[in-house]
């Protein structure tokens, strides 16, 4: 797998670059009103999401960049990155829908952005399936799709995270 993870290398160093540098401006934007992200249980869990989605990006960015031949390695990393990512993913959903409503967002935003995410983390499980049955050139065409989808859902989210932040901030004073 290596040899074709060779053409990628330049791709994935600069994609988890951005995700590290979006985590960190996401916390700078929210701890500026954190007293809102706190006060609005659909904000948090949006806020949890968007974080995870920028994480994972830069763990997969970080599992095919690691000098490796073996594709099994590749292949038990994805999914271990998805299924955790998709375990942390549920208590948030849950109680972003559950107890606040979806007052701040809108419930069609919450599902809609909880949805995509869903899905992009379950092809990252197709994409550990590919990198174990020796499938590299279908894995890494995947895996662009998967990393795009969450790089613009995360950039989405924040956006919306954002504007919501603010304006519960104006409204409040």
Not at 27 to 51: C, D, M, N, Q, W
Not at 113 to 139: E, I, M, N, Q, Y
């Amino acid at each position: 797998m290596a040899i074709e993870l060779t053409g990628w290398h330049d791709l994935y160093v600069t994609v988890g670059a951005a995700a590290a540098t979006l985590v960190g401006l996401l916390f700078v934007g929210l701890s500026l009103h954190i007293r809102v992200v706190v006060a609005h249980p659909e904000v948090r869990s949006l806020a949890r999401v968007t974080l995870t989605d920028f994480f994972v990006v830069l763990l997969i960015a970080i599992c095919v960049l690691q000098p490796t031949d073996s594709s099994a390695q590749v292949a038990y990393w994805l999914a271990a990155i998805a299924i955790v990512s998709l375990v942390l993913m549920v208590r948030p959903l849950r109680e972003g829908l559950a107890r606040g409503g979806a007052r701040a967002l809108g419930l069609a935003t919450v599902t809609a952005r909880f949805g995509v995410s869903v899905l992009a983390l379950a092809a990252l499980l197709v994409c550990a399936a590919l990198a174990g049955a020796g499938r590299p050139a279908d894995t890494l065409d995947l895996l662009l799709v998967v990393v795009v989808a969450l790089l613009v859902v995360s950039v989405r989210n924040t956006w919306d995270l954002l504007v919501t932040v603010a304006a519960s901030s104006a409204d409040e004073s």
